[in-house]
Structure formats: C-alpha cells, structure tokens
C-alpha cells in the first residue's frame, strides 16, 4: 500500500491565481481531511469527508473548496490565492465504524507559497 | 472549547536523556488524547494514543498517561536516542467515535545530540 499520497509537493502560485492539491489514498478509508499547519502553529482542519459525496467545513473553510467523488480522492482547490494561504498543507484519512477510533494516517504534504 | 496546549520548543537532549513534553488540554466532553510524531520530510504518525481517563498509551519506549485531574498528556521517554529527533505533536478528538476532528497543540521539536 502506498497510504496517502498528495502531489505537489511543494508549489508557488501568484496571488489570484488558483490549483488544487491532490489527494489519493488506498486503504478504502470512508474519512479523509486536510488541514493546513502554519509555521510555528499546529494543524488546523480545512474540510473533511465522510464518505464519497459528502464533505463538511472544518475550523478554517474559508477560501477553499472539495469534492469527494470516489473514495480514493480528495482534492482540495484554490480559487483566488492569497497570501495568507502560505501553508503547509496535509491530507489524512482514517477508517471510522460506529463508536470504533480508528487512527487518521497522514500524506507527506504540500508546501505552498502564495506571493 | 476544544484547545491543547503544548511545551514550548525546540528541545535539545543528549543521547540517553529523559525527555518529558508537556501537554495539557481543555475539551468538552470525554476526549481522546493522541500523540504524533513527524519525522524530517515525512506526515504525521501516530505515536500513541489514549481513550479513557488514566490509560497509558505507549509505543517504542514513550508513553504517556490520560490524567483527567489535570487535564494533562505528558509524553515521556526514558532514554532517548539520536533517531528520535522529529516534532511531536500532542492531540485530542472531543468526540470518542470521532475520526472526523483533531485538535493539534503547536508541535515541540526535539533534537537529540549524540
């Protein structure tokens, strides 16, 4: 199994300009995310999806969108960067079932810089 | 509100030191408390995790025990040694099915010097 995957790895986009990062995971996970962490701060949740079709706003939604059309896939897009979008950016997935916990496992990540 | 608080870092070990990293956390409800390690280059890992007020997680010699009292996760490791040097991450999910949330304190980098 490859986990999660993400591409790119690192990027620098214009202000205004848009992209989406690509997130590909292979467990058959039902859960996927991305959060972005800032420097010096801890992750904060962008989106999340529970199943293929279904997504939900996290903590920080603003100015980003998904889809989730398969279970495998979770991109994220930027329509109008800015700067404070400068971020690293990380998608996880993770297998959830009733009241089981099961662990979120992390894709190597994204680093954008929006100038 | 859902908040975790970190020790400030970085932290600078010889080899064979005790580490201690703080964390403490305010939630609603019955957390469950996560620590993650993210090595150079690489996604977060899960370290360990605990579910319920005074279980001890433990995995490659750290552990760290759910005090409700204190709302506190210390994560603690007897002899430390230069392949640790990562940032760890300490975390809560406020809900106990909950995979759909994690709160992340701000991440403690350790250095381990041989």
């Known amino acids: 199994n490859a986990g999660v995957t993400q591409t790119p790895k690192f990027r620098i986009l214009k202000i205004g300009q848009s992209m989406t990062l690509q997130c590909t995971q292979d467990m058959n996970h039902n859960y996927m995310y991305w959060y972005r962490q800032d420097p010096g701060m801890g992750l904060k949740l962008i989106y999340y999806?529970?199943?293929?079709?279904?997504?939900d706003k996290g903590e920080v939604p603003n100015g980003y969108n998904v889809s989730r059309s398969t279970t495998e896939d979770f991109p994220l897009r930027l329509e109008l960067a800015a700067p404070s979008q400068t971020s690293v950016y990380f998608c996880?997935?993770?297998?959830?079932?009733?009241?089981?916990?099961?662990?979120?496992?992390f894709g190597p990540g994204t680093r954008l810089t929006v100038t | 509100g859902n908040s975790v608080t970190q020790m400030e870092g970085p932290v600078t070990l010889s080899e064979e030191a005790f580490l201690t990293i703080n964390c403490t956390y305010t939630a609603t409800g019955y957390p469950s408390l996560f620590w993650y390690v993210q090595y150079p280059g690489e996604g977060l890992q899960l370290l360990l995790k605990?579910?319920?007020?005074?279980d001890k997680g433990s995995n490659k010699g750290f552990e760290a025990t759910y005090r409700k009292e204190t709302t506190s996760f210390h994560l603690e490791k007897g002899s430390v040694q230069v392949s640790d040097s990562a940032v760890y991450f300490c975390?809560?999910?406020?809900?106990?099915?909950?995979?759909?949330?994690?709160?992340f304190g701000t991440g403690t980098r350790l250095t381990v010097i041989p």
């Open positions: 999806s529970v199943g293929a079709g279904i997504t």
């Open positions: 996880a997935s993770s297998y959830s079932s009733g009241e089981v916990l099961y662990e979120q496992y």
């Open positions: 975390a809560l999910s406020p809900d106990r099915a909950g995979a759909n949330n994690l709160f």
């Open positions: 605990a579910t319920k007020a005074d």
